[in-house]
């Protein structure tokens, strides 16, 4: 929340002067927790790897000894191990009947009181009327959302009135040469089931 805020700072007319105990989190060697390690998930597993951080994940199928040892992920057999331990909880599910509100209250309150949790998945993922009581009390320090429920949020949301959350508008894809693969993506499967072909891009394989 530092870099939100402090931007707020450095642009803002009343700003006389940078105060010098303005600090944030450290990224490097901290704890993430990324819970839906598929090919996105795994993908965030190589960067965070950058920074030297512990990865730990939970997955519906545990990935290969080789996949794991190659960004250093650990499994958690339990959620409840990642929620405790993790500085930063990234979710990265897909929204199914399973996932529905898989973040509430008892999943916050198991979270450390310094952790922040970042949802990159689908808004409803996170029960928002527990993420808006967690961050209000502190339970969490912060929350970082791309995706919220309803897009966009109602302007009288509770989570839009908080200091201690970043919301994007749904931008994680949003880049030119993204757009672009996804198209080309899309072509590439179209064109395969026209022609009688496997699907390159299959949501739920048979």
């Not at 309803?150 to 970043?166: F, S």
Request: aromatic fraction near 4%.
């Amino acid at each position: 929340m530092c870099s939100h805020s402090g931007c707020q700072i450095a642009v803002s007319p009343d700003t006389k002067y940078f105060a010098v105990n303005w600090l944030g989190v450290e990224v490097t060697k901290a704890t993430l927790g990324i819970i839906g390690m598929g090919n996105i998930g795994y993908k965030v597993a190589q960067r965070a790897r950058a920074f030297n951080m512990r990865i730990l994940y939970r997955n519906r199928n545990r990935r290969r000894k080789e996949e794991e040892e190659a960004v250093g992920a650990h499994y958690c057999e339990k959620m409840e191990d990642l929620l405790q331990q993790s500085d930063f909880v990234m979710l990265v599910v897909n929204l199914t009947p399973e996932t529905h509100k898989l973040i509430g209250k008892k999943e916050l309150g198991l979270m450390k009181p310094t952790a922040t949790l970042i949802n990159i998945s689908r808004g409803a993922v996170i029960d928002q009327d527990a993420l808006v009581e967690a961050l209000q009390n502190k339970v969490i320090r912060a929350a970082a959302l791309d995706v919220t429920y309803p897009e966009p949020l109602p302007r009288d949301h509770p989570l839009l009135k908080l200091n201690n959350i970043i919301i994007t508008p749904h931008i994680g894809t949003a880049t030119v040469q993204a757009i672009r693969m996804m198209a080309e993506e899309a072509i590439a499967n179209i064109l395969a089931v026209l022609n009688g072909q496997p699907i390159p891009s299959e949501v739920f394989p048979k």
